[in-house]
């Protein structure tokens, strides 16, 4: 049976685009009722009539503070740090051929922590918008350990090293961290709850300050997911089609540091939403990163919404991190993909 020339030229059919559309339409209808009970639930319930005013007759009541200076930026925190990571999972994904990788199980995440956790001891004045730096700085100094550590091994091949060397690192600057904590008693229980991955407790500044550069790095791994496409076929073949393969993997790298460096700075290092989101958008529509990366910032802001309306019930009226959550989910299927790997499948 001959083949379309769309598809051999590797461009999505209608059929494809179609199921992309559908695919849009079901996560965002699902993310807009998904807000609308975040919103909505809480430690106090707030009724449909008041988010209505909230948007066309605002008066300064109980109610509509606690929706605007609480349960609103919450919600924008939610929706962009699980966009973040899920684009930052997939692109990782991409670049490495790993099924395995994501910021979290390359230490990226930890780095982040690390970092922030340091500034914080040392100059605990320092807002929200220094932090990003500090995590920018810890995610991509981790990055860079991990592939000089990977490429230093002569066995095995090079996915399965950086697998394994990540999550090294990741133990290393764990225990680092809690060290730290250790030794600075005074600020230890702000910083635990902010470590487990949590989106409590942000405002509208926090919220504007990771905007800021989620939005410009959403749209950067966007740009670059037709190029990261190519790398699935290898990098000889990639070269053969024109693309400067180290630029690439560099770009795509440096995305994923500014993705995974803000989203830990403000929310902690939630786990395994990277690992997640990009294998559910691969099954649902298959190798390519041209609707792979907007569907992982789909189901990644919609997974990470639906783990914080969870997370407010298991110790209602109480706060749970919501990483809690997303390691409930994230470690069994992690075990199901490696064990997947070692056999072949």
Request: aromatic share 8%.
């Amino acid at each position: 049976m001959m083949m379309k020339a769309s598809q051999r030229r590797g461009i999505p059919g209608r059929g494809s685009r179609r199921r992309l559309w559908t695919v849009a339409t079901a996560c965002g209808v699902l993310l807009a009722v998904a807000i609308l009970i975040s919103l909505r639930y809480g430690s106090t319930t707030l009724s449909v009539r008041v988010l209505y005013d909230a948007i066309f007759h605002y008066t300064p009541s109980r109610e509509q503070l606690i929706l605007k200076t609480l349960r609103l930026p919450r919600v924008v925190v939610t929706v962009l740090v699980g966009a973040n990571l899920g684009v930052a999972g997939a692109l990782m994904q991409a670049i490495t051929r790993n099924p395995l990788a994501s910021p979290s199980v390359f230490g990226l995440n930890a780095g982040a922590a690390f970092a922030v956790v340091c500034m914080t001891m040392l100059l605990p004045g320092l807002s929200a918008a220094w932090r990003v730096y500090g995590a920018f700085a810890g995610a991509l100094g981790t990055a860079v350990l991990v592939y000089a550590l990977s490429h230093m091994i002569r066995w095995g091949k090079i996915e399965l090293n950086m697998t394994l060397v990540g999550v090294t690192v990741q133990t290393f600057l764990a225990v680092g961290t809690q060290a730290m904590l250790i030794f600075n008693e005074s600020k230890t229980e702000q910083l635990l709850f902010w470590l487990a991955g949590s989106v409590v407790g942000n405002r509208t500044y926090e919220a504007s300050v990771l905007a800021i550069w989620s939005l410009p790095g959403l749209a950067a791994a966007a740009w670059l997911s037709r190029s990261v496409s190519v790398l699935g076929l290898g990098d000889e073949l990639a070269r053969g089609l024109g693309q400067r393969v180290r630029l690439l993997r560099g770009a795509a790298l440096a995305v994923v540091v500014v993705l995974a460096g803000v989203s830990v700075s403000i929310a902690g290092p939630i786990g395994f939403v990277g690992l997640i989101v990009p294998h559910m958008a691969r099954y649902i529509l298959g190798l390519d990163y041209r609707r792979i990366i907007p569907a992982s910032a789909l189901l990644g802001a919609l997974l990470l919404t639906l783990a914080d309306i969870g997370s407010r019930w298991i110790s209602f009226p109480g706060e749970t991190p919501v990483g809690i959550v997303t390691a409930l989910l994230g470690t069994p299927f992690f075990i199901y993909l490696a064990r997947r790997r070692r056999t072949g499948q």
